[in-house]
């Protein structure tokens, strides 16, 4: 599969939004406007990496937005949006990604369908660009007389994220260097590129204006919906004195074997949490064949789940976990598997379920070769936002 990195562009100082700190760090919601954007790409599954690219005044405010979310440090940006693109694909060039999207971070509400389109259309093109048609009748203004009405079937705006094939759009933002160029796909077109369009999305807004901010968390706070998601995983038993299950260590005769610490009632309800978003499966986000994850503790997983999905305004309200064992007993350590979750998840433990069952002494589990689990998670997220 082709690599893709997303570059967030937010080194802006926003001097039309007005306001004592830039408006990508102004919040929106719950959670600051960058927050929204970078959670949403993050928890993409195609997308590999998210690296933001701002302004240095702003680290402190970044580190802030970021947290929890585990990405690669910022890069620090440039004069204009032009330079800050610039720096940030030579900052990618090191290690180059086959794909890049280039994303606005004052597009909050970037959805998976889009960013699906526009990776869908880089199978075929070297550049792709959202486009939404206009609405409203055009006008041209001359200064020598009647002003004219364009055709506006002919043209239309174009949004972000917009998709490159990496070295090309590396080249061209190399060679447009000191042209004033309004987007990514102008700088391709200025250096033949041929972009295509898809269909844009009109809930992928840009804020701009305190109006903009205002719709935004408008869309927050209404209606919601109740998404269901469900995870299942299965680890051996092998060497060792104990198993961790929902984060605690339970004395046994035998170990579970893995790469973390193989807690598999954490690795399903990490991946209940992402099914709720659509956001891929713990594999994706947290490759086996990562050293970093080696004997992690999965508390770090269900974690990192956990703020993708409140980085789209939603919040968790229940989960329900159900491990399948001959041995240990669970039953003893209930309560203390329940108060971990819940407070690893931020709720009540009574909205938390801890069950076990044992399969009658049948197939792996039942000749104790292996446990297994199976968790469901409901979560409530903003209807209005893709
Ligand atoms: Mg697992």
């Not at 940030?88 to 998976?112: K, M, S, T, Y």
């Not at 506006?152 to 998709?163: K, N």
């Not at 973390?260 to 099914?275: R, W």
């Not at 064949?289 to 939603?314: I, Q």
Request: with cysteine.
């Amino acid at each position: 599969m082709k690599r893709c990195v997303a570059l967030v562009v937010a080194a802006g100082r926003g001097q039309r939004f007005g306001g004592d700190i830039p408006k990508q760090y102004r919040m929106l919601g719950d959670l600051p406007m960058l927050r929204h954007t970078l959670g949403r790409l993050s928890a993409h599954p195609d997308i590999a990496e998210v690296r933001a690219v701002i302004h240095p005044n702003d680290l402190a405010h970044y580190e802030a937005a970021a947290k929890g979310l585990g990405l690669a440090p910022p890069i620090f940006g440039g004069q204009e949006r032009q330079d800050s693109v610039r720096l940030g694909l030579e900052a990618l060039a090191a290690d180059p990604p086959d794909l890049v999207l280039i994303h606005d971070g004052a597009r909050p509400f970037v959805g998976a369908g889009l960013v699906d389109r526009v990776l869908d259309a880089l199978e075929h093109a070297d550049a792709a660009v959202p486009a939404l048609p206009v609405c409203d009748t055009l006008k041209r203004s001359r200064d020598d007389g009647p002003s004219e009405t364009v055709d506006r079937a002919a043209v239309w705006r174009a949004q972000t994220p917009q998709g490159f094939r990496f070295t090309p759009i590396l080249q061209a933002h190399r060679e447009a260097q000191g042209r004033a160029l309004t987007d990514d796909s102008s700088v391709a077109e200025a250096c033949g590129i041929a972009v295509a369009t898809v269909d844009g999305d009109e809930r992928n807004v840009k804020i701009t204006t305190p109006a903009d901010f205002e719709h935004a968390a408008r869309l927050l706070s209404g209606p919601m919906d109740t998404r269901i998601g469900q995870g299942v995983d299965v680890h051996k038993l092998g060497e060792g004195n104990s198993v961790t299950l929902c984060g605690v260590l339970v004395p046994h005769d035998r170990g579970l074997v893995g790469h973390s610490d193989a807690d598999v009632a954490l690795h399903a309800l990490t991946d209940a949490l992402l099914g709720t978003i659509g956001a891929g499966d713990i594999g994706r986000h947290f490759p086996p064949s990562d050293e970093k994850w080696r004997g992690a503790s999965s508390v770090l997983f269900v974690k990192r789940a956990l703020a993708l999905v409140k980085a789209r305004g939603a919040r968790v309200v229940n989960a329900d976990i159900t491990i399948l064992g001959e041995a240990p007993r669970i039953g003893p350590h209930r309560r203390m598997m329940t108060t971990r979750v819940a407070s690893i998840l931020g709720i009540d433990n009574g909205r938390v379920g801890i069950k076990a069952t044992t399969t009658e002494e049948l197939g792996f589990i039942g000749r104790r070769e292996g446990l297994a689990a199976f968790a469901v998670v409901t979560v409530q997220c903003p209807a209005s936002v893709p």
